[in-house]
């Protein structure tokens, strides 16, 4: 009972941080029909401008408490000034090409963003773990977990429903549905589709740089950390169905809670049962588990 409970709570946490970082790359596939390969390079800038504004702002001897402000701050900071940059000084160029036009595009974006963090980072690893233990722990049992993990569950949850308001329950939300829906409709009836496009990059940036400002105070920040993590992610829209958030959600807490199971009960095959998974998931639902209805064009 002890190992279930233990399954249940680390595969729960594990598929709060993989949603955070999913649900970019999917609102940047839904709306604008990019597989962004270099979502997994914004996801360590994140993690590399939490760790270095925590960490100025610990070292100066401020509140640590406003440690876990300054791990917002910085996702807000990448997101606002390299997800514009590169949705304008790029992405808006490549518009209307082959999708695997735009695979390449991103892909070598990945590469030039992780030579451009070596440069002004280095090599060498970063540390800012006094956010993580701060908060201390809480007891389920005999198990003991940070609870800075449930701040990390809280932070999913609360862009989830603010991601749900924001596109059922808003104008711009609405007008962001439509160009999903038919951008060349859209732009006719006078909606500014550069626009759109411009707040959906950045929002999707955002959200791989918190993913990594979370994650920053738990792992030390190392090049090449969004590798793994850019797998990871696709894993989870593949499950759940590109562009689908609702399959975000549900494709996050598949992989999370097959990999805590592996973990506690077969480690050797931790990696593989991810995969596993995605592949009997496109044996029979080759679009994923909740692919959205599109409209043929004839």
Not at 16 to 26: H, N, Q, R, V
Not at 217 to 232: A, D, H, N
Request: glycine content about 12%; overall charge neutral; proline content about 3%.
């Amino acid at each position: 009972m002890d190992t279930l409970v233990a399954v249940l709570v680390d595969g729960i946490i594990y598929a709060s941080w993989l949603f955070i970082i999913a649900a970019g790359l999917t609102i940047v596939y839904g709306v604008m029909r990019i597989l962004n390969m270099a979502h997994g390079s914004l996801y360590a800038l994140g993690a590399y401008a939490a760790a270095s504004l925590a960490g100025a702002w610990l070292r100066a001897g401020y509140a640590p408490m406003g440690s876990y402000a300054v791990l917002v701050l910085a996702a807000l900071l990448v997101g606002v000034v390299v997800g514009p940059l590169v949705e304008r000084g790029l992405l808006r160029f490549c518009y209307g090409r082959d999708e695997v036009v735009l695979v390449l595009v991103t892909y070598a974006l990945f590469l030039i963003l992780e030579d451009l963090i070596k440069l002004v980072w280095g090599v060498e690893s970063y540390f800012v773990s006094e956010p993580y233990g701060l908060l201390g722990n809480v007891e389920f049992g005999p198990l003991s977990y940070p609870v800075y993990s449930a701040v990390m569950v809280v932070a999913a949850v609360v862009v989830g429903l603010a991601l749900r308001w924001g596109i059922y329950g808003t104008r711009q939300g609405k007008l962001l549905v439509a160009v999903i829906h038919d951008r060349e409709v859209s732009a006719a009836l006078g909606i500014n589709v550069n626009r759109i496009f411009l707040v959906t990059f950045a929002l999707g940036t955002t959200l791989a740089a918190l993913g990594g400002a979370l994650t920053a105070p738990t792992v030390s920040v190392v090049p090449g950390m969004g590798v793994e993590v850019i797998v990871l992610a696709f894993a989870v829209v593949v499950i759940g169905g590109l562009g689908s958030m609702p399959g975000a959600a549900i494709g996050s807490l598949i992989v999370g809670l097959v990999r805590s199971s592996a973990v506690h009960w077969m480690p050797q095959v931790e990696l593989f049962s991810i995969y596993l998974v995605m592949a009997l998931v496109l044996a029979f639902r080759p679009r994923g588990l909740f692919v959205a209805v599109e409209a043929r064009k004839i």
